[in-house]
């Protein structure tokens, strides 16, 4: 999926347009049957990574528990604890890099936090 084209069609949508969306994404992502088959393809003790919103980048943890909404996971780096829903996990290793291609500067979408790919450019 490219999210750079996503983001930049939604650029031109209306804030209501962006309320109905974020409501079908909700829908979604609360699919019993989408859960259930990513909860299916993960064990305990098993290392995934997960995207964490607040900084824009993925995680490495370790599965602690696997509940029927939400899974416990021990972050590697850090042994933080977080309970993360299922949608955050990155099951198909895909890539979270969103570029613009715009020369007015940069959004938050497009950083992760510790990012020195912008300094060269």
Do not use: P
């Not at 999926?1 to 829908?27: H, P, V």
């Amino acid at each position: 999926m490219n999210y750079s084209q996503i983001l930049k069609d939604l650029e031109e949508a209306t804030l209501f347009d962006l309320y109905r969306l974020t409501s079908a994404l909700q829908e979604e992502m609360e699919s019993v049957e989408k859960i259930r088959k990513v909860r299916s393809s993960l064990r305990v003790g098993q290392v995934i990574s997960w995207f964490e919103s607040s900084t824009h980048r993925l995680v490495k943890a370790q599965i602690l528990k696997l509940n029927k909404t939400r899974c416990l996971v021990e972050s590697i780096e850090s042994a933080e604890k977080w309970n993360i829903v299922y949608a955050s996990i990155n099951t198909d290793d895909k890539a979270i890099h969103i570029n613009m291609n715009q020369k007015k500067g940069l959004k938050k979408s497009e950083l992760s936090v510790g990012d020195t790919d912008y300094l060269s450019q």
